[in-house]
């Protein structure tokens, strides 16, 4: 059918076009089903709304829709039913726990960023993943389709440098500090990042409460080229676009398939052009990998991948036991971050895994000798080089370079946990910490979150704070205290641990 398009304010995160009750009913449409919409040469494909918003002869756009084709009011295109896209039938087959050939891969992840697969059907694929994984073969077809649906960024500067840490540890700011670390060195690092998947806050979420995150690939190319870093995210872009996609199921089920995870960040990689390659692998109880053979395992495949991509890919096994630094959650995460480029001093193990990090970048780009990355690492950030060059991202990136971290906003309804006992803090949970900070309202609500007083191996005093929850509003604390109540974020024990009768 023809239909003259009227332009909805509505925003809901799904793809819906709304069509009037009558019409639909003759046109034998159904909400949620699927449409053709073709507005000269192109086509977009949205969900059926049926409403009485709409007379007969009109079709309503959402301000969704609006996001993949500039539709403009009055224009008159055609609609039309869509079946079901083929794919669905490959994501049965993963499903069933077959193998998927190149050409079905291609066709779905096709498909994922036409719109063509729904929530419900992109969901199934994630899952399906996470319960039958994907081989290499599988991962390479998956990484180039999820590149090559997208654009690809040519700098003209060589080599380009990247880190990229697979997540799973709350307060993982670590990348903040060795962009411009790396940067300061000489090297070029234009670093995409992801927005939360299973933690309280990804680094995207992090930066964007200082700099802006969003920007079109010629906007990051005169970045790079100009400071030679960027610290941006990758969903902006139109940069392996099904990752943001397939990221959403993920970040709604919390969970992060291996396979998936392997193609979502190389895809990256990939179309930004990195030569080489830094991979974090935090690992540790309540972590996407729990023991280091597991590690070394993903460190492998993320090195068989590169391979087969053109990269040089090394891997660092870092320690996830529990948060890294004493914050989790945006603001929170951005006032730590910012305030070690600064000073140059923070938390152990934010400063230790930062300099560690960026000194392996140092080493493989060729500019600290072998053994010696970490030295030239703590020097440029002792030295406020790293923070001079994180004024000129923040600058390019529309930030304000005189930020001070203290001036960052975060959630001022508080609630501090104490100690109910005296001893040593013998674990804390990495799961119960991101799942309050995100009952806080972490990572939308930017300055909810949780500030920790102690870490693992510390000595308490009964009643001395533990840590405290921020949250934006009085609802979303009080969700918080209750998740932390029925959790045991941080566990207090005497140097004995259990008497053993003799019985
Ligand atoms: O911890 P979760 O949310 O699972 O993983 C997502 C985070 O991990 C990666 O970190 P980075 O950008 O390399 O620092 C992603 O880009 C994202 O920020
Ligand atoms: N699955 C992912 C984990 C971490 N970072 C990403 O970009 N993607």
Redesign the pocket.
Known sequence: MKAKVRILDIYSGRYSVFINEKEAREAKLHPDDLVRLEAGKKTVYGSVVISSLIDEGEIGISRDILQLHNFSEGEVITVLPSGTPESVRYIKKKMNGEKLRKVEIEAIVRDIVDRKLRDIEISSFVTALEINGLDMDEIAALTIAMAETGDMLDIDRKPIMDV????GVPGNKTNILVVPIVAAAGLTIPKT??RA?TSAAGTADVVEVFADVSFSLDEIKRIVEKVGACLVW?GALNLAPA?DIT?KA?RALSI?PTG??LA??MS?KYAMGSQYVLIDIPTGKGVKVESVDQARALARDFIELGKRLGQYVEVAITYGGQPIGHTVGPALEAREALSALMTGTGPGSLIEKATGLAGVLLEMGGVAPTGMGKKMAKEILESGKAWEKMKEIIEEQGGDPNIKPDDIPVGDKTYTFTASTSGYVTSIDNRAITGIARAAGAPEDKGAGIELYVKVGEKVKEGDPLFTIHAESEARLDQAIVFARRTEPIRIEGMVLQRIGNI
Not at 164 to 167: D, E, K, N, P, T
């Open positions: 990229h840490s697979i997540g990042s992801s998947i990758g990752d990221i993920e992060d998936l995870m979502s960040i990256k």
